[in-house]
Structure formats: structure tokens, C-alpha cells
């Protein structure tokens, strides 16, 4: 098996946001995403959806970061180093961000989505309607995980 | 803002299933996942999630069908004619397929997962931890999509 594959991609649209550092991990957050104009077509019938999943261009991250093999969750000494696949960090081999999103309109070749952590400017890959196979009742999570969401939780209220 | 974007990837590993054809839609279906030996410790930790995402590359894709703006969700003439952005359908722009499965076993290099929608030697982008942000609770789906999927249920039993 060669590992020799070229994969090359070319971003369906961009990111339009005002929010600017942490702001963007707020799930309130409303962004929009304008995909390029030859592309209108291809979101017909989206509007049905209430969900999405949004795939994104970490561009921001060098390609020494995508070297890392293993981070501590949110660069927390007080987490446990693990393996890069094992969290969500932008440090990834390939870093392809990976987001489920509230669908608030479409029009034309924008469609406004809810809780999407992208920056302005960031190439969007693709975009996938979100449907009963995505969720998953009985899942589990690591400790450190519940922890963080733990103080995520608390901080808001 | 420039569409001249260059984005390349290179697979973190591979799909390894004996299951062929239709077979692979089965979600009882068992893949491997096999990573690049130089990733193993970015698996670190893994273990700990019951379900991850799958991001992969649809290899069988053609640069032609990659220009594809409408389809009938499962090529059925019955189903409405959508853009691709509102179906999972492989023919895509950017042709990543993404699946949530069910982390079996992980050794080494190699997971097992269960529900894997990928053929034999399927190029792997990336894969992630699967959590609660991932899931959604009042989701909406369009009528044709129930209709589908009413029909793969009754087939089963």
C-alpha cells in the first residue's frame, strides 16, 4: 500500500465572521459562510436541514505543528499528554476542522450557521447535512474531558 | 479574499475490510484502521472514547464527478433532485467522507472500528473523538431523507 497519494483541495467557500480570538468558541457565535458563486446550486434543498456539519482549513496551523504527535487538551499541564487523535487540537497531521453547526438561513451562495469555531477568512472544505447516523446515545468520554466541559459549563453561568 | 488556495494532504493510514460493494454500508460491518507506523503514539489515549469520526478520502472519485452539482440522494429518480451540499452523496467537490463509528479495539497502529462506510485501502485524513458538541438533540431532517431511511430499516428486519 503506497502512501504516496497526492490529495488536493480547493476550498468551497469562506468564513465571515466578527468574532476575533476565544470569541469563536462561543456556541452562540452566528457566522456566515460564503461559498463561491459557481457553487449556488449545489446548496439547493440544504434548507431542509436544521444541523450541519462544517469541514474546515486549519490555515493557521504551520506545518511544524502538524509534526506534533501528542498535547495536553487546551495546553493544560494539569491534563494528561495524549496523542493528537485521542483530542481535538488544530495540531493535527492534517488539520481539517470538523464542526456541527445550527443551519439559521441560506440565501444565494451565504448560508448563516450558530456555533461555528472558524475564523474570519478560514477555507471551508465542505459542508455535510447532519442526520440520525451522526449522533450516538451511549457514548463515552474520557475523565479529563467531562472536567474541562465541567469548567466550560460553570464559567458560563 | 483568494481562492487560489493550495491545500495538500497526505493519508495518516488506511482502510484494511474484507466487506466488498454494498457490504461496506452495513453499519455492523468491522474495519481496521491501519496508521502509519510513525503515528502510533499520536493514538495515545484513544481508547478512552466509544466512538470516533472517520474522515477519509473518496478515492474512487473522479475529477469529473467532482463537478457534479445535483443528484438524486441514492441515484433514485424518485427522490428529488438536490444540490450535493444537502446529501451525503460521494460525488463532492471535496470528496471526504465522514462517519461516525465505534471505537472496538486499538493495538499499535492498528483500531478496529464498527459502522465504517469505507472500502479496502481507503486513504485516511484524520479521525477524532467523538463528544457531546458532536451530537444534537432537535434535529431536522427533510422528508425524502426519512422516506430512505424507513425503507433501509424495514429491509433489515
Redesign the interface.
Known sequence: ?S?E????????G?VKTDAVGHEVRD?KVISEIVF?EE?T??????E????L?I?F?L?KISDQSRKI??VHPRGRNDM?L???????TPH???P?G???V?LLNVEGNVITVQGLDAFD?T?V????????????A?????EW?LKL?KERTNKKE
Open positions: 500500500m502512501h497519494i497526492k490529495i488536493c483541495l480547493e476550498p468551497v469562506f456556541k463561491r457553487l446550486e449545489a446548496l439547493e434543498g440544504i431542509e436541514f436544521s444541523h456539519f469541514l482549513w490555515n504527535m501528542k494528561p495524549l496523542g493528537i487523535f485521542a483530542t481535538r493535527r497531521t492534517n481539517i470538523l464542526t456541527r445550527k477568512c477555507p472544505l465542505d459542508i455535510k447535512p447532519f442526520d440520525s447516523w451522526d449522533t450516538a451511549d457514548f463515552k468520554v474520557p474531558w466541559e
